[in-house]
């Protein structure tokens, strides 16, 4: 069998799958294999003996001639190289075309150059493959952008209501918490907010002063942790001249401001008791008199209250009254904690970097999605406020569109609360190790009050209430 093979090696050609043509020097066709008819149209004796460029490669795919010195097959027939050439085309009898894969390859005898040999196939299936393929790539790739685009916005649709007010969300519990906001802001019942430290406690009181009848009146804040006891009085009721020392004349205190509009009472807890007891008659009378003063003076105002302490744990302690609790406690509101929402981080973020791009000129197009990975598997002790400063300083870091986190989330920096602390003790290390990585720098660009989000009035009457200390 093997020497029938070899004294007919025709026989090998003619079953091969690829079409075979052998040319002479001056190009014309001397073989034909049976697969080359097939694919072509054209039978040997049609072609034997001519040159074969005339048949099947005078023009390219789109027509325009190809001229025959310029054909690969015969440029291998005068150098004697050998050539690869993919996508190309050969005509059919019948006129038509299909893309072909080819090679030109000389052949020698007695190191003599006597012609060239050309093996094709027809690429054309795998050519619509690929053209398929691709097409349908760009199709995913067009639907992916047209669902971002849709997801951005659904986003934007979802928070309609509430997107300008930075209230942004869709988890249940923080729903929960809207729908609260919408009921009790059409009456003018006392609210008290309750949450953590960072979790928005004042962005919901404005809101809440937005959608209430009072929305064209006053909105007055009074941090009650940032006056001493002697002059947070003074800043609730007013004083008159000569009241006390440095009181040089007469001024109206935040009820008297707040007259027909809203009354907000920033962290309550830290009320001494004298103030509790004529908060206490503002409330039930809606009367006061200025510090120093002998007048009555009568004010229509809505309070609303907060606080991030417990305040019946104060009230059984004796350092909060009872009767002033029930009567801020008329409607409570609980603020979640960013950890009991974190499917709202995305939104979140979302609302804070359009903001920021306000505020630092910036163009950001959003968070990469393992950067919202690892925000949502962060616990956020600092809430909101946290995720705020993380994403101003990534901003600020950045030089790209889409944000990446630059280091690892930890709590307040570098130190892990401990949870077996209380909520004193883990303010006081969480602020003294703040003060430290600040060289005890309380005001300023780089102080401790600005790292904590805090007013500098605020965070120094917290280390006088800790007993925070350089040395402590």
């Given amino acids: 069998m093997i020497k029938q093979f070899l004294n007919d090696p025709k026989l090998l050609l003619n079953a091969v799958g690829e079409g075979i043509y052998g040319f002479d020097l001056s190009g014309n066709a001397v073989f034909v294999n049976p697969a080359a008819e097939r694919m072509t149209g054209w039978c040997a004796e049609e072609l034997l003996g001519k040159k074969i460029h005339q048949y099947h490669h005078h023009t390219h795919a789109d027509g325009t001639p190809y001229p025959a010195d310029e054909c690969q097959i015969y440029c291998t027939m005068f150098d004697g190289k050998r050539r690869e050439v993919k996508n190309e085309v050969f005509w059919r009898k019948d006129g038509s075309s299909f893309a072909v894969q080819y090679t030109s390859t000389p052949v020698y005898q007695n190191d003599e150059l006597i012609g060239a040999v050309a093996v094709f196939r027809d690429i054309s299936l795998q050519q619509q493959t690929q053209n398929a393929l691709q097409e349908a790539l760009e199709q995913v790739k067009h639907l992916s952008e047209q669902l971002k685009d849709e997801n951005n916005y659904l986003i934007a649709e979802l928070n309609e209501d509430w997107q300008d007010s930075g209230l942004v969300g869709q988890s249940h519990i923080f729903q929960t918490m809207l729908d609260q906001i919408k009921l009790v802001s059409e009456t003018d019942s006392t609210v008290l907010i309750l949450g953590e430290n960072g979790t928005g406690k004042e962005l919901v009181a404005r809101n809440l002063y937005r959608l209430s009848k009072r929305s064209e009146q006053a909105f007055i804040k009074v941090n009650c942790a940032a006056f001493t006891p002697s002059l947070l009085e003074s800043e609730l009721f007013g004083h008159e001249k000569g009241a006390f020392t440095g009181a040089n004349e007469r001024r109206k205190g935040r009820f008297e401001l707040a007259d027909k509009?809203?009354?907000?009472?920033?962290?309550?807890?830290?009320?001494?008791?004298?103030?509790?007891?004529?908060?206490?008659?503002?409330?039930?009378?809606?009367?006061?008199?200025?510090v120093g003063g002998s007048n009555t003076l009568k004010v229509n105002i809505r309070v609303i209250a907060a606080t991030n302490r417990d305040l019946w744990e104060m009230v059984q302690k004796g350092t909060f009254r009872i009767d002033l609790y029930y009567r801020l406690n008329v409607f409570p509101i609980k603020v979640?904690?960013?950890?009991?929402?974190?499917?709202?981080?995305?939104?979140?973020?979302?609302?804070?970097?359009?903001?920021?791009?306000?505020?630092?000129?910036?163009?950001?197009?959003?968070?990469?999605?393992?950067?919202?990975?690892?925000?949502?598997?962060?616990?956020?002790?600092?809430?909101?406020?946290?995720?705020?400063?993380?994403?101003?300083?990534?901003?600020?870091?950045?030089?790209?569109?889409?944000?990446?986190?630059?280091?690892?989330?930890?709590?307040?920096?570098?130190v892990v609360i401990n949870p077996s602390l209380t909520l004193d003790e883990a303010q006081k290390q969480h602020i003294t190790s703040v003060l430290a990585l600040s060289h005890w720098q309380i005001s300023g660009e780089k102080g401790a009050a600005v790292k904590l989000g805090l007013p500098e009035s605020t965070l120094r009457s917290k280390m006088r209430k800790l007993g925070v200390a350089k040395n402590s």
């Avoid at 979640?336 to 499917?343: I, M, Q």
Wanted: with cysteine.
């Fill in 261 to 290: 509009g809203t009354l907000f009472l920033d962290e309550i807890a830290e009320l001494p008791l004298e103030a509790q007891s004529k908060l206490l008659r503002v409330l039930q009378e809606q009367e006061f008199e200025r």
């Fill in 336 to 414: 979640p904690a960013l950890k009991d929402r974190k499917e709202d981080i995305p939104y979140l973020c979302a609302n804070l970097i359009a903001q920021l791009n306000k505020r630092l000129g910036k163009n950001l197009k959003g968070l990469s999605k393992k950067a919202i990975t690892q925000l949502q598997a962060y616990d956020w002790p600092g809430n909101i406020r946290e995720l705020q400063n993380v994403l101003e300083r990534e901003a600020i870091l950045s030089n790209q569109a889409v944000l990446q986190l630059s280091q690892p989330l930890q709590a307040g920096g570098e």
